[in-house]
């Protein structure tokens, strides 16, 4: 597509539920990333793809979040039992190769 | 490790007065940096960039940011802002490796007063 594409944009979810975003990344994009912006927080780095697989899942905060990445395209990142600190923008990325960066429009997660 | 700071979170500025946005790395290597906006409510969009070659990069909307080895600097620039650049505005910087992962810096607020 023109660019990346996330799904839902906007999410409210009840305490304890499991949750899933997508991410669609520019066409040809080889390389994906997850990002949480918190409010009032910084950008934090979660985990990339290149291709398939994560060789980085360092900033995965729990092991209530995990990621996939089928096809070297689309990408689902699942957060399970929810809590209030999981609310938050979650931002997709994607680049070939080492070069510009391109963001989705993200993913507002809301838990309730 | 890589590592961004921005000293200001918040700058207000007067409609069509100049800006200037600090930025400051650590990077062991030549860094690839980049000045994203993002605006109220929306993603992130890449204003410049920087990878090799002349240290003063020219961006969308009328910015531009200068690199400066000796500083481990990239500031942003603006000669006359306008209203509609009131935003929040991330320095980044991506090493060569690790996935060109960015690391982001806090970010600057930037308010335009009429």
């Known amino acids: 597509g023109a660019g990346v594409s996330q799904s839902p944009s906007n999410k409210v979810t009840e305490k304890g539920k499991d949750v899933e975003l997508r991410c669609d990344p520019i066409s040809g994009h080889t390389a994906l990333y997850w990002y949480r912006q918190s409010l009032g927080q910084g950008l934090e780095f979660l985990i990339y793809f290149q291709g398939n697989s994560a060789p980085d899942k360092s900033g995965l905060p729990s092991d209530r979040f995990s990621a996939e990445r089928t096809g070297g395209s689309v990408s689902t990142l699942t957060i399970q039992r929810t809590q209030q600190e999981d609310s938050a923008v979650y931002l997709c990325?994607?680049?070939?190769?080492?070069?510009?960066?391109?963001f989705g429009e993200g993913s507002w997660l809301t838990v309730v | 490790a890589q590592s961004v700071t921005q000293p200001d979170i918040h700058i207000t500025v007067s409609e069509g007065a100049s800006l200037e946005l600090r930025c400051n790395y650590s990077y062991g290597a030549t860094p690839y940096l980049f000045w994203y906006v993002q605006s109220p409510g929306q993603g992130l969009q890449l204003l410049l960039k920087?990878?090799?070659?002349?240290?003063l990069v020219q961006g969308i909307k009328g910015f531009e940011a200068e690199f400066k080895r000796s500083q481990s600097s990239f500031n942003l620039r603006k000669p006359s802002v306008h209203w509609s650049d009131a935003a929040e505005y991330f320095c980044a910087v991506a090493g060569g490796n690790a996935g060109n992962m960015l690391t982001f810096g806090g970010g600057t607020r930037l308010m335009v007063k009429p």
């Open positions: 920087y990878f090799s070659g002349d240290t």
């Open positions: 990325a994607s680049s070939q190769g080492p070069g510009t960066i391109y």
